[in-house]
């Protein structure tokens, strides 16, 4: 997984519009991955019983 930290001297908070994206498609593409494991452990699951 991966994570973004964000130092600011200043106090400033991030430009979100740059940062919130990347977050995102990380999250979409993690999601992916787990929805694809359930499958392939489902369907290995159904197949050692039956």
Do not use: W
């Not at 106090?11 to 940062?19: A, F, V």
């Not at 990380?26 to 452990?41: P, S, Y």
């Amino acid at each position: 997984m991966s994570v973004i930290v964000y130092l600011d001297i200043n106090g400033n908070l991030p430009d979100r519009n740059i940062i919130m994206p990347y977050i995102r498609t990380v999250q979409m593409l993690v999601a992916a991955h787990l929805i694809i494991q359930r499958k392939r452990e489902k369907r290995l699951a159904d197949t050692n019983s039956g």
